[in-house]
């Protein structure tokens, strides 16, 4: 009986970990918004189809909260004019295809 307490309080304790970092956000609208508004700045600094930027070495994203204000500075920076919920959906989009953040 011990042994299933001990188990049954540690996945409530870990549940939040296995959580996704990006709950509201649809990864196929991110999508969509990433193609329209990204890829091309992301081909002139990085070349090819841009995606190198996500999968480089030296990448400055390293959790979700830096992908998430990294979203919102890319927003500001090209003038996107995403809604927060956009920036979600980018970020989920992200999340999916690159980062696997948990």
């Not at 009986?1 to 001990?6: G, Q």
């Not at 329209?36 to 400055?60: F, N, P, Q, T, W």
Request: with cysteine; charged share 20%; net charge positive.
């Amino acid at each position: 009986m011990k042994f299933i307490t001990l188990l049954l309080s540690l996945l409530l304790v870990s549940s939040p970990v296995l959580a996704d970092p990006f709950p509201k956000g649809d990864a196929k609208i991110g999508k969509t918004l990433h193609d329209k508004s990204c890829v091309s700045c992301h081909v002139s600094m990085v070349g090819g189809d841009g995606s190198a930027i996500y999968s480089r070495l030296e990448r400055k994203v390293k959790n979700p909260q830096q992908l998430q204000a990294r979203i919102r500075n890319c927003n500001a920076n090209v003038g996107a004019n995403w809604f927060p919920d956009e920036e979600n959906h980018a970020a989920a989009y992200l999340n999916n295809a690159y980062y696997h953040f948990k």
